[in-house]
């Protein structure tokens, strides 16, 4: 079992910066895949961004790609997502997940969620 917990999320003007974290606990962490999702009201979630267990693949969201960064600190157990650059298009609650092995894209190859953080960016 893992469990997530995000942090880090808040209220920010367009062209703003934010740094979300998701501390896992519970297994042995460098196993496994992470991703980031976002959802706003309304609509579906959708994929931001993964990195694989090693760390060395990333992939990213073509909304996002150049904008946003994902990285990872076995030491910690955590995995961050920068954002810079922000739109008001990026409100969403983010949610962090984790898998064992690869990286994916799609929200069901994920086994464990966290709580979610609320993203607010204004215009």
């Known amino acids: 079992q893992v469990q997530l917990v995000e942090s880090g999320g808040g209220l920010v003007q367009a062209g703003g910066s934010l740094r979300l974290s998701c501390a896992a606990s519970?297994?042995?962490?460098?196993?496994?895949?992470m991703g980031w999702f976002r959802q706003a009201p309304g609509k579906e979630r959708e994929f931001v961004a993964s990195i694989s267990w090693s760390g060395r693949s990333t992939y990213y969201a073509d909304s996002v790609k150049g904008r946003f960064t994902i990285s990872g600190d076995n030491a910690k157990n955590t995995v961050y997502l920068q954002m810079n650059s922000l739109k008001p298009g990026d409100t969403a609650v983010y949610y962090c997940?984790?898998?064992?092995?690869?990286?994916?894209?799609?929200?069901?190859?994920?086994?464990?969620w966290g709580q979610g953080t609320q993203v607010t960016v204004s215009s």
């Open positions: 997940a984790a898998r064992r092995g690869v990286s994916g894209t799609q929200v069901y190859v994920y086994d464990y």
């Open positions: 519970g297994r042995t962490f460098s196993s496994y895949s």
